[in-house]
């Protein structure tokens, strides 16, 4: 399906809703806070509209972004693969990833929101704030989107500043959501483990590195572990925490704020497939809802799980 379709679909829904006496420039540029320059950029395709446009967009003018896909086929869903460079990033791949922060942070603090995750990999919400941690996963991508041929030994990638900032910023705006909950593969961190044993094994992980990897994985066992007994952030959010009997093929997650409802596929690691389709939407937390019921809750209530879950990860851990 291709991106100018999509577009110009978006742009006839709009027209239809529009007056044909009112400038729709002017009216986009007052529900999008965005100059006209900029609109015009996005009337003329030059510029597509991001994730979070499109979704106030559908929401101020009652726009069905299902029957704008559901013109091509009723069975096919509408997905968009986020391949953001992270290593060398454009200014592009900068503006896709301050777009996604964008969406945790417009969320209004006294209106209800909830995010939640099925997750075999680690959420970057939590493990950005860990240097090492974020640098390992930055470099899986890239032996993931170049080959191991490619890919330079851990201690030699760099993460720049403005990437930085946008981490910072992520970890921050997603504290905003009132409801978290994460389930996870059983087998998360050994997954982790055995992906640094096996690059430590090829010589593209040093042995000092492994050490840093391991203390820092220590403290952030002990940052979970925290965070699930009091089933809440330190704002005051809530945060849940499963482990589920069953294992994962990959990271799905939805995003449900005032805006937008937002659905989220990981692919390579850190890029994502997003969809704004609402039966995608209910498709995919209907599934993860499920999934509490072949899952152990670790959060708050449950300390005998909780205490038995963090002692096998860092005996995990103790392995490396």
């Not at 742009?11 to 006496?21: S, T, V």
């Not at 919400?125 to 470099?139: E, G, P, T």
């Not at 992980?205 to 203390?215: M, T």
């Not at 209910?282 to 909780?306: C, P, Y």
Request: aromatic residues 12%; contains cysteine; charged residues 25%.
């Amino acid at each position: 399906m291709k991106q100018e379709f999509l577009h110009d679909n978006l742009l006839k829904a709009i027209r239809e809703k529009i007056p044909q006496e009112e400038n729709l420039a002017s009216v986009l540029g007052n529900m999008l806070c965005i100059g006209k320059e900029a609109i015009y950029r996005r009337l003329r395709g030059d510029v597509p509209f991001t994730l979070l446009e499109t979704a106030m967009i559908s929401k101020e003018m009652n726009i069905s972004i299902d029957g704008i896909f559901e013109s091509v086929s009723p069975k096919s869903r509408p997905f968009q693969l986020k391949l953001t460079e992270f290593i060398n990033p454009l200014e592009l791949d900068f503006l896709m990833m301050e777009d996604f922060v964008r969406v945790f942070r417009s969320i209004e603090p006294n209106s209800y929101s909830e995010c939640a995750s099925s997750a075999n990999i680690l959420p970057q919400a939590l493990y950005l704030n860990y240097k090492f941690l974020a640098r390992f996963y930055l470099f899986k991508w890239k032996a993931q989107h170049d080959g191991l041929d490619a890919v330079r030994p851990l201690h030699e990638i760099t993460i720049q500043e403005r990437l930085l900032n946008i981490q910072k910023d992520f970890v921050i705006e997603t504290q905003r959501v009132k409801d978290t909950c994460y389930i996870w593969d059983n087998m998360i961190f050994l997954y982790l483990i055995n992906d640094i044993k096996y690059f430590s094994s090829v010589n593209l992980i040093s042995d000092d590195d492994v050490q840093e990897l391991k203390e820092e994985l220590f403290h952030f066992l002990d940052y979970i572990e925290r965070l699930a007994a009091k089933g809440k952030m330190e704002n005051g959010n809530g945060i849940h925490f499963y482990i589920s009997n069953i294992n994962f093929d990959t990271t799905y997650s939805y995003i449900q704020t005032q805006k937008c409802n937002l659905t989220l596929i990981k692919a390579f690691t850190l890029n994502a497939i997003a969809s704004l389709d609402d039966k995608t939407f209910d498709s995919v937390k209907n599934w993860i809802l499920s999934l509490k019921r072949f899952s152990t809750l670790i959060s708050q209530s449950g300390d005998l799980q909780r205490i038995h879950f963090f002692k096998k990860q860092r005996e995990l851990v103790s392995t490396l």
